[in-house]
């Protein structure tokens, strides 16, 4: 165990990495999820079919090989990314084609009689998504989205293979110092197990928020605090 | 002797005396090789109360949905306020234009299944589109918003949310999110179809008010005899994708003149 | 020229070689995670005191943590307790492991989709544990199951790509291998990812076929 405790900063540093990386990459993969995702529902041919190409061969072949090409790939196209900036860069596109398909699913799946009241009241296919259809559509897409982030967050470990110094890189670093193998991916398997942990316990707040009468109790429960101080 | 069901028929009841306020000129909708409306012609005059009786699957239905835009007619034109909702020769590939939006802003509906927005208040559904569509200020929609609920007698209900509400209210606070337009035309698809019994006669009495009260055209299809008979100006029989019969509802319901109504009058009447 | 066909065409024997290995990584794979995800679930239906809550743990640590890492240990960290594999086996072992965690999972939801009446019929015929198990519930749950499972048998081609960094020569390794030999990392890894698709893009239609095949009964 010693090795872990000598080498605590450097394991605390490959933390933070981690963790910048999987909040980086799931930021991204949101803004990709949302507009991929749209866009396959759109009805101009022109979005949906490349929204379809990108989903199909960001979801058919491998992050590391994503992540490969626009590591060791791209700079022959004269484009050198930051080894930090490409594992972002093909986490947010990997896993947010997985969350494409979330979206457009959630979207899909929504009653038709409520696309139907919007037409009925006016509302113009922008003003119905935003408005009515994507914040009913948050509490179908939440536990799915959470697996998403979980999968992001584990698949973090691979960006240590394009050299960026997250925890499984810096664990890898102190075994070929001391080699104290047995400690040290102990220690980090239990940490990604509590950021893992973590991730969950997150997602299963935001449902419990974005729950659809949620709102309605809170308001209740002010009216009737309003009324108990009325009669009091 | 077969009744004057030739597609070419015009049909018409009470007299219209002004302009009429809806328009059907030879309208056909096609599914497939399924004629579901048949070259109709149809016309309501404005503040004038239709009621659409018959059987499932007679076309009843798709009429207030052509009208709402949420069905493109396969052939025809529907003039609305003398403006030009559809106007399709069969074939034609229809766009959504300006033009259609803006007519369409005339009408409001109520559906069958109430779709209200679920993760909205009853207050929130209701001023929805008067502030994101009609650019109201937001404190006026409120107002008009409590005004409206009170209407439908659910004041204390604004802070509800549609699963908190049983079938009746929400049904109530659709009527209400509805007239929030201000529409010119009112649709009611089967107001009360999907209602337990005990609920329905609250949303009747709701639509009874605003049938008296209002100078709204409104345009009902319905499964409710006696109340189609107690609050409509003029009552249309529909079969089989046409118009068979229309009149005033005393003659339609005590004197039909077509068999084909009597025979769903006495069917639907019998219990 | 950014790309260079000749090039291109001159290593797609070896990388077609590699493919052959993460075939065969997946299939072996697959074929543990089916068995050992089968025997997972069944351990912590059966409620037996502390080996189900063990099970039940070691199945959400699993899916917790990185397969990269539990790769790693596998490789680096075994050998010192003296089990040694080649890579090419840890690599199998490994993500058959980690995929029976996500396929324990699978099988239960089958296993609870079975009607409470099967159980209660089985009951009420005397039919012991073992058949009740054999012949009434695990056939009706797995029906279900199929087109899941095809969904993580399409994950796991494209995840084995992970054990290259243990060493197993599979097609992600070989393209590296030819990349940082050549010092041409374009036309292999292109390629590379041009397999995979070619793959699992018609392998996942085919699984949605089944799903909608197999949708459940009941």
């Given at each position: ?36 995702g ?6 101009h ?61 959630a979207?899909?799946s929504?009653?038709?009689g ?58 890898q ?23 893992s ?22 308001l ?13 | ?48 109360k ?31 306020g ?19 939006r ?28 008067p502030?994101?569509?009609?650019g109201?200020?937001k ?54 179809s ?29 499964h ?5 008979e ?12 046409a ?29 | ?84 594999f ?28 079975v ?86 893009y ?17």
């Open positions: 165990m010693d090795a872990v405790i000598q080498y605590a900063p450097l394991l605390w540093q490959g933390l933070l990495t981690t963790i910048l990386v999987t909040v980086m990459g799931g930021a991204l993969c949101l803004v990709v999820a949302f507009t991929a749209l866009a396959r529902l759109s009805r041919r022109i979005l949906r079919w490349p929204a379809g190409i990108f989903i199909e061969v960001f979801r058919g072949t491998s992050l590391l090989v994503q992540m490969f090409w626009l590591f060791f790939a791209l700079p022959f196209f004269g484009i050198q990314l930051h080894p930090l900036t490409a594992a972002v860069l093909a986490l947010g596109l990997n896993e947010g084609a997985y969350a494409a398909e979330v979206v457009r699913g979207i899909a929504r009653a038709k409520q696309t139907e009241a919007c037409i009925a009241l006016g509302m113009d296919p922008a003003l119905r998504l935003r408005r009515i259809i994507i914040p009913q559509s948050i509490p179908a897409m939440l536990p799915p989205f959470g697996n998403v982030m979980v999968d992001l967050l584990k698949n973090t470990s691979l960006v240590s293979l394009v050299t960026v110094a997250d925890l499984t890189f810096s664990a670093m102190i075994r070929s110092t001391t080699g104290q193998t047995t400690a040290i991916f102990i220690t980090i398997l239990v940490m990604y197990f509590a950021l942990y973590l991730l969950t316990l997150l997602t299963s707040w935001l449902e419990r928020r974005f729950a659809l009468d949620r709102k309605a109790l809170t209740q429960r002010k009216e009737n605090a309003l009324m108990k101080v009325g009669a009091a | 002797m077969r009744p004057s069901t030739e597609p070419q028929a015009v049909v018409t009841g009470a007299p219209v005396t002004t302009e009429p306020i809806i328009r059907f000129q030879n309208v056909s909708k096609n599914w497939g090789t399924n004629q579901v409306l048949k070259n109709l012609n149809f016309e309501v005059a404005p503040g004038e239709v009621s659409i009786i018959g059987p499932s699957g007679s076309g009843k239905t798709t009429i207030l949905r052509i009208l709402m835009t949420l069905e493109t007619p396969s052939e025809g034109k529907v003039i609305v003398g403006d030009t909702l559809w106007d399709v020769a069969l074939g034609q590939k229809v766009r959504e234009t300006k033009q259609l803006e007519t369409r802003r005339k009408i409001g509906m109520v559906f069958q299944q109430f779709n209200l927005f679920p993760h909205m208040t009853a207050l929130e559904n209701i001023i929805e589109a502030i994101h569509v009609l109201m200020n404190a006026e929609a409120r107002e008009r918003a409590a005004e409206l609920l009170n209407l439908v007698g659910l004041g204390k209900h604004m802070n509800h949310t549609p699963p908190q509400m049983s079938g009746g209210q929400q049904q109530r606070v659709a009527i209400a999110r509805a007239l929030a337009m201000r529409p010119k035309v009112l649709l009611f698809d089967e107001p009360t999907a209602l337990d019994p005990e609920l329905i006669g609250e949303v009747l009495s709701v639509i009874r008010n605003l049938a008296h009260t209002t100078d709204m055209t409104m345009l009902m299809v319905t409710e005899m006696r109340f189609a107690e609050i409509s100006d003029r009552v249309v029989m529909f079969d089989n994708g118009a068979v019969e229309s009149g005033p509802p005393a003659q339609i319901f005590k004197d039909p003149q077509q068999e084909r109504t009597r025979n769903f009058l006495r069917a639907v009447l019998q219990h | 020229m950014i790309w260079d066909n000749n090039f291109a065409v001159s290593i797609f024997p070896i990388l077609l070689q590699g493919l052959w290995v993460t075939v065969q990584i997946t299939l072996l794979g697959t074929l543990l995670a089916a068995v050992l995800g089968l025997v997972f679930a069944v351990l912590r239906r059966l409620a037996i005191p502390v080996l189900s809550q063990v099970v039940s743990f070691l199945v959400v640590f699993v899916r917790g943590t990185p397969l990269l890492v539990q790769a790693y240990v596998a490789f680096f960290v075994l050998p010192a307790y003296g089990v040694s080649n890579a090419l086996t840890t690599g199998i072992v490994v993500i058959g492991v980690n995929y029976s965690a996500y396929m324990a999972e699978v099988y239960r939801s089958g296993i609870q989709g009607p409470k009446g099967q159980w209660e019929a089985a009951t009420a015929l005397s039919l012991p544990g073992v058949r009740t198990w054999g012949r009434i519930i695990l056939p009706q749950a797995i029906r279900t199951v199929v087109p899941m499972l095809g969904n993580y048998l399409i994950q796991m081609f494209k995840d084995s790509a992970v054990l290259s960094a243990i060493t197993v020569v599979e097609l992600m390794a070989t393209a590296q291998a030819i990349g940082s030999s050549s010092f041409r990392y374009i036309e292999p890894l292109t390629l590379a990812a041009l397999l995979f698709l070619a793959v699992s018609p392998a996942s239609r085919l699984v949605n076929r089944l799903e909608r095949r197999y949708a459940p009964q009941h």
